[in-house]
């Protein structure tokens, strides 16, 4: 028995199901929506993804299936239920796990200080008070976040810091958060994700694109005219992101308006990457298809992994869309390897919202997106920090060999692993 089996079990077991002229709604287990399971010549089919997908019984036909058995139906197949299924696991290298994170805090330090280093102060042009320079006002607000506490808590980690030597001067804890409101730092923030993910540029060639939201202090209010009242929500930051595959660097981001698409957005990452990258797969959703972001892609070299929509056509004869489509058709139980290592992005954004939390403190726009880059920023650093452990990287972030070469013994072994955070569809 399977992990597909078992929650269709579930769903026979728990959800009231009935079949109707061939037809049987399935509720959804997360409570949002419904399947429907339809009856044919050929089989059964189902509206979900994964059955769209892998062409094989999803767990709402065997659970629809198992019902209609049970009211004197065709009879369902047979499942193994003395075996229990085995969810599939990945090896962990836990000497360097543990080590990395016992270190951690003192490394994230190190690194965003040589991270910071390569940042120029400009020439003020004023008379009066110096203004604080560049370098520490990016490793103030990026140790804030960091860190995850409060500004007048955080002033002890200010002080341990200038006591170290990564800031030249005391900084109360009032200029951090005037610091992540200045619209200034947000295009050096964004060159810093870039620079963080080059040391591993030897490491990634597969990257996936996906979004996120963040949600915020503040609340969005507005006049329901269908219901005749007044409606709130939490206001939040959607960010645009493609990390690596293997270790989930970040190595371009995007924060736009939150109710930004997502297909749009995958030019400009794809080709920011490129510049420090080689590109070789993109395995992205539904979200990402049409036909700009696939000629995009293959224009690089790279192969597009991407699943196409149940009603979207074969197109021109010979074209990129009509090769992509037919591969996709033709060949699902190659196209899926490729396509879920797409989850890793996923795997990502539950990284980085576990660590340094899923909403933010702050409350104005501009704080808002610097604290979001600011998150992805310090994710970056620790995804350096555990390849340092683990696969003896040197990050050096603004020379030209900024991308040093691991051991080739690792490279090797992490090739043939994967890493891939999460596999398959439930």
């Known amino acids: ?25 399935v509720p959804s287990q997360s409570g949002n ?53 085995i969810k599939k696991t990945y090896p962990q290298a836990w000497g360097a796990y543990n080590l990395a994170q016992t270190t951690e805090k003192h490394r994230f330090q190190v690194l965003l200080f040589e991270l910071c280093k390569g940042l120029k102060t400009p020439r003020p042009k004023q008379t009066g008070r110096l203004p604080v320079p560049i370098q520490d006002a990016i490793f103030s607000i990026a140790f804030k976040v960091y860190s995850t506490v409060s500004s007048r808590r955080f002033t002890c980690d200010l002080n341990d810091a200038h006591a170290k030597g990564y800031l030249t001067a005391p900084v109360h804890y009032n200029r951090v958060c005037a610091f992540l409101e200045n619209p200034a730092y947000t295009p050096v923030l964004h060159a810093l994700i870039v620079q963080s993910s080059l040391p591993l540029r030897a490491i990634e060639t597969v990257f996936a694109p996906d979004s996120t939201g963040f949600s915020a202090g503040r609340f969005v209010r507005w006049f329901d005219e269908k219901y005749g009242c007044n409606r709130s929500k939490h206001d939040y930051v959607k960010a645009h992101l493609i990390c690596g595959v293997k270790t989930n660097i970040v190595t371009a981001v995007e924060i736009l308006d939150k109710h930004a698409n997502d297909c749009p957005q995958l030019p400009a ?77 996923e795997s990502t954004f539950s990284a980085i919202k576990r660590k340094f939390g899923d909403y933010v403190r702050s409350k104005t726009d501009t704080a808002m997106v610097n604290e979001v880059l600011c998150k992805i920023l310090c994710h970056n650093l620790c995804v350096v920090i555990q390849e340092q452990c683990e696969l003896g990287i040197e990050a050096a972030f603004w020379t030209e060999s900024a991308a040093e070469q691991a051991h080739p013994a690792n490279l090797v072994r992490l090739n043939q692993q994967g890493r891939m955070g999460t596999e398959g569809i439930s």
């Not at 696939?294 to 699943?307: D, I, K, R, Y």
Request: glycine share 8%; charged share 30%.
């Open 33 to 85: 929506g419904s399947y429907k399971v339809k009856r044919t010549p050929d089989g059964f089919t189902c509206e979900c993804e994964d059955h769209e997908l892998t062409r094989k019984p999803c767990k709402h036909i065997i659970g629809a299936k198992l019902v209609l058995e049970r009211e004197g139906g065709d009879k369902a197949p047979d499942l193994d239920t003395n075996i229990i299924p």
């Open 269 to 345: 990452l794809v080709n920011k990457t490129a510049e420090n990258f080689t590109v070789k797969e993109v395995p992205a959703d539904k979200g990402y298809l049409s036909r700009e972001n696939l000629e995009l892609v293959a224009g690089l070299g790279a192969m597009p992994h991407v699943p196409f929509k149940s009603n979207s056509i074969q197109g021109e004869a010979g074209s990129l869309w009509e090769k992509l489509w037919l591969y996709y058709q033709l060949h699902r139980d190659e196209f899926l390897p490729h396509y879920h290592q797409r989850s890793n992005a």
């Open 1 to 25: 028995m399977d992990l597909r089996e078992l929650r269709g079990l579930e769903i026979a077991a728990r959800l009231k199901l009935v079949w109707r002229d061939g037809v049987c709604i």
